[in-house]
């Protein structure tokens, strides 16, 4: 069994059909992972007066809109071969701790995950989930370019 985070993003899609192509008829969960506003605010260090939003509407909301993804992302796999069921689940530490612990809970035989190519500062700014998933992975990891990112990759090749 796999576990493939998905996002909605070209690159997760390519992480998708990478998936099938490489494991077809396996049994896969496609992963969104959802983040709780308070966290958000937390990161961003943006307050709020009490009683100006309710953080369990936007919780309720953000929890949705990654069951959609999820739903979406399990479609996917389904018409890429693979026997894909979703889940979602609340970002804990991090996002890549939420998708290392639901493969744990899983007990996937590898986790499947897209690359966003960035570089340089960007990188280093906005981090990359799946070099955390690969730097503290206790299964295999595979992560997967979209083309476009594949594409500009080999165009700076020598």
Avoid at 2 to 17: E, H, K, P, T
Avoid at 44 to 67: K, R, W, Y
Avoid at 82 to 103: F, H, M, N, V
Wanted: glycine share 10%; charged share 20%; aromatic share 4%.
């Amino acid at each position: 069994m796999i576990v493939i985070a998905y996002d909605g993003s070209l690159d997760a899609g390519a992480a998708i059909d990478q998936a099938g192509k490489l494991f077809p008829g396996a049994q896969a969960t496609v992963l969104a992972v959802w983040v709780p506003f308070i966290e958000t605010m937390a990161r961003t260090g943006i307050g709020l007066a009490p009683g100006t939003v309710s953080f369990e509407e936007i919780d309720a909301a953000s929890a949705q809109a990654a069951s959609e993804r999820a739903a979406e992302g399990a479609e996917r796999a389904r018409a890429a071969g693979l026997d894909a069921e979703p889940r979602t689940c609340s970002q804990r530490l991090t996002i890549a701790g939420s998708i290392l612990s639901e493969a744990r809970e899983l007990g996937a035989d590898a986790i499947v995950v897209g690359t966003r190519g960035l570089t340089g500062i960007k990188s280093l700014l906005l981090g990359s989930v799946s070099h955390a998933v690969i730097q503290h992975a206790d299964r295999p990891v595979i992560v997967v370019p979209s083309s476009e990112t594949a594409a500009a990759r080999a165009a700076r090749e020598p």
